[in-house]
């Protein structure tokens, strides 16, 4: 077999590992309990590895916020003073097995999907998906939102999961793709469906404590975005087994920490691949504009990764009021994914586009090559911080991550 | 003014009060409670008015499968006596404001849904959409889910219901249009949306009865059908005050008995024009064929008659596994609709189509000229009694309908 064969293979091997994953949702758990190596005063992030001066605002005013929710700091003046001195560790969410939204903050005492990839046994997790905190709002009122998630819903929610002994996610993410949800940005039939799965599990544990049940419930029925922690760490644990094939030249994550965009591709190890995070062309808030902008910012995109979020958002023309554009722009978006990768998903599919699968398995070279780079659709934070969620947009990946990570695939694999 | 104009003017009345209305659940309730001159052996039924003997077989066995419900026989040669006898009253559901799918039987007991205008103050009942009895099947398993209807679903989501003081629908028909359902057929969103906004209120009766709520939480979370018999009492209470403006030519009911298609005129008052009810061109379940099927049958086309439906079926591709055709006939078939509605609803969009709103007010005149008629899609039963639903697929409403509306027309405001 020449090099070109041995990538093929690689490649064809990675789209099957990344078909096959079978994601079940099997826990709800504070991070100690879950995160080998979270250590006592750690915070993991969002994107490549960054340290704290370098950070940007809105993922520093998430760790304050981290900071304080843990109780290692009474007040923002209070909580910058220890992390300028360097007592928090700060590593990225990708080292271990786990995912973030936006800055994707996640400290030891924050209860995380666990989502098992039960095809491979791996497992993979995600932090509450909520519209202020992650955005670097550290305000009492973001805070407090953290903790209704970790004394009450998340509990009740766990209670009721291990009563019904997980929750299969795969056909809710199947289903939800034939009912305009992108699995990124727009999430509404998703966690509809979600809230449907557990509302019965939830109403039975209501004898032991029905103000925590009721309570758990209204935020389960009226969060439109709740199964994005879902379908992120459902993403994290499908691409993780399509790491390390050697030759293969498929990207198994996508994340930016609102300084840098990274990627690794699985033929290159743990390396990163990053270029400087883009400006995302979106919808905004109102009282906002761009200028008001950070860049690119969370681990989000192991959506794309896997093939949803702006790999199929032809099929989710709902997400158009939300981050601009027309539906046929975004056919097109769904349409040109399909020239960057190696496979097509059978069960993850979009009516609109005769029930086309999911394009998977972004293959560096093809991206280089034909100078498309992924689209990815995502939320904006505020440049500053101390904001909650001010927009949404659209984004390409930069091709330098790409042509980098090529070059390194060249050197590697030359010999 | 000239005649043209008075109907313009018309038009525009009944465009207005179709986009104006405001359906709400009010309450669940059994027939007799609700419905003025539901009699004590009475049986309402879909479609045009029809005598027992023409009834095609389907609707003659769901109108046993009710006297049997009722306790008016215990077997079915019993009930087929009875009705032979004429001892059971047979009326058509939009006789008395109600509307019903496929057969679309109503008896004094069955609890409905009543859904109130609140933009003028009226109300329209649907029954319980399921998928045996309606079709025609009678068997004890059939009659069985009517009576958990009766007994457990209806009595528990009516208590929840009042204690959140009645549900708007609107909110829920809108989202759902932007979720791939079109409101006749596919209900997948509107449904999940329908259990989510009852969860919190049911969950919250629970200490009265665990077994009921449980179980009527587990009924409406698992049940992708539920919100059709909302559609319909929403679609036939939008409708009703688009009825008897002088002069205007807009279609207020279209609905089927199986034997004949029939279809209401707002200036024509009560009169029925009908045609023999078309074949369904469609997909069937596992064991059934086109030679099984029944013709086109039930009340559901109030959906097609404001607006939705086969009407914006381009924003629903994912029926298409379900009915059969392509997505750019999907797409075509909105289009075309817009040829023959004098009106486009400003909230219920399709995000597709660049967010076009469904085209509203079928106008015979555009019918006839443009030879364009109005696109359904539907739910198959069989031909004989006994069975089960058996398929889904497409139709055209009978030109016949709206030609012979058209010249009772001329002959009314010819003078």
Chains 1, 2 share one sequence.
């Not at 709002?137 to 407090?144: F, K, N, T, V």
């Not at 993403?235 to 996508?254: H, L, N, Q, R």
């Not at 069960?347 to 086309?356: C, D, K, Q, T, V």
Request: glycine letters at 12%; one cysteine or more; hydrophobic letters at 40%.
């Amino acid at each position: 077999m020449d090099i070109k064969q041995k990538i093929e293979k690689a490649n064809e091997e990675a789209a099957r590992r990344l078909t096959l994953g079978e994601p079940v949702l099997v826990d709800i758990a504070p991070a100690r309990e879950v995160i080998l190596g979270m250590k006592d005063k750690m915070i993991t992030h969002a994107g490549p590895p960054i340290e704290w001066n370098r950070m940007c605002g809105a993922m520093q005013g998430a760790i304050i916020g981290m900071v304080i929710y843990e109780g290692w700091a009474k007040t923002p003046d209070e909580a910058r003073n220890i992390l300028d001195k360097g007592e928090i560790h700060l590593e990225p969410n990708h080292h271990h097995q786990n995912v973030g939204p936006m800055a994707g903050t996640i400290s030891p005492s924050l209860p995380l999907w666990v989502v098992e990839n039960k095809a491979f046994g791996n497992r993979a997790f995600c932090r509450q998906v909520e519209g202020n905190q992650q955005f670097g709002d550290y305000s009492e009122q973001a805070i407090q939102g953290l903790r209704m998630w970790r004394d009450v819903w998340a509990p009740t929610l766990r209670k009721a999961l291990h009563t019904i002994g997980g929750l299969d996610l795969k056909p809710i993410i199947a289903k939800a793709l034939q009912m305009g949800d992108e699995l990124h940005n727009r999430h509404t039939a998703s966690s509809s469906l979600f809230a449907n799965a557990m509302a019965v599990a939830i109403a039975q544990t209501e004898y032991e404590n029905k103000g925590s049940v009721i309570g758990t419930l209204k935020y389960i029925t009226n969060h439109e975005l709740i199964f994005l922690g879902l379908a992120m760490a459902a993403g994290k644990a499908i691409a993780d087994p399509a790491c390390d094939i050697e030759y293969s030249t498929v990207v198994t994550a996508m994340c930016r920490n609102g300084v840098e965009f990274g990627i690794r591709v699985s033929g290159l190890g743990d390396e990163w691949f990053t270029a400087p995070a883009p400006v995302v062309n979106g919808l905004y808030m109102p009282g906002y504009s761009v200028e008001d902008a950070g860049l690119d910012m969370g681990d989000s995109a192991i959506t794309e990764t896997v093939g949803w979020g702006g790999f199929v958002i032809g099929g989710a023309p709902g997400i158009l009021s939300l981050v601009g554009g027309t539906p046929e722009e975004a056919l097109n978006y769904s349409r040109e994914m399909g020239k960057i990768t190696v496979g097509v998903h059978p069960n993850y599919r979009m009516p609109i586009l005769g029930f086309a699968g999911a394009p998977i398995g972004i293959d560096i070279r093809l991206v280089v090559q034909n100078n498309i780079t992924p689209i990815i659709d995502t939320a904006i934070a505020h440049k500053d911080s101390g904001y909650p969620k001010i927009g949404a947009g659209l984004l390409r990946a930069p091709a330098e991550c790409f042509k980098k990570a090529l070059i390194a695939f060249g050197k590697r694999y030359s010999a």
